[in-house]
């Protein structure tokens, strides 16, 4: 049960950022007995992977900050943070965390379960923040842009560290996600009814 939500707040941090919930993995395995990995997902903790995710995740920083070029990064995106969810929740499921001593077998023995779940998981956060995204530029002439997207790298870093350390606040997160999305799309149908001039 908790090494299906640690790998679940991965995922779903992964939808918002796709580095940083694989760079949490990978500095918390290697600096830290936090999270122990699997021998399949090891090489996270690797010196030259760190790096490369460290350059990745400050470009990705940059460009999600910049109206218009978020939403083309969001595009470009859409393969990558499905495939860094998958890959997260695989790695954060069958590891050996401080409330997970032994993770489930169904994820240590069948690896394309868990990379199938957590790529699933991250399409539709990731769906979400690429739907929601252009609506904010527009409706903030951009200035939302860079506010939204560091709002967004904080919760995926929080959640991260989260997942890891105390999963059970996982399902806090996502119930509280759904209901602000929906409230959202409800509130912009709203509006979008509000603005339609009377027959």
Known sequence: MLEALTGTGLATAAGLNAYIPLLVIGLTARYTDWINLPSSWAWLSNGWVVLILIVLLAVEFIADKIPAVDTVNDFLQTLVRPTAGGMAFAAGSGS?????????????????????????????VHGAKATARPVVNVATAGIGAPLVSTAEDITSTGLSFVAILIPILVILFLVAFVWLFFRWRKRRRTRRLNSTPAA
Do not use: H, R
């Open 96 to 124: 050996e965390t401080v409330t997970v001593s032994d993770p489930a077998d169904l994820f240590t023995q069948k690896l394309w379960v868990p990379i199938v779940i957590g790529l699933l998981i991250a399409l539709t």
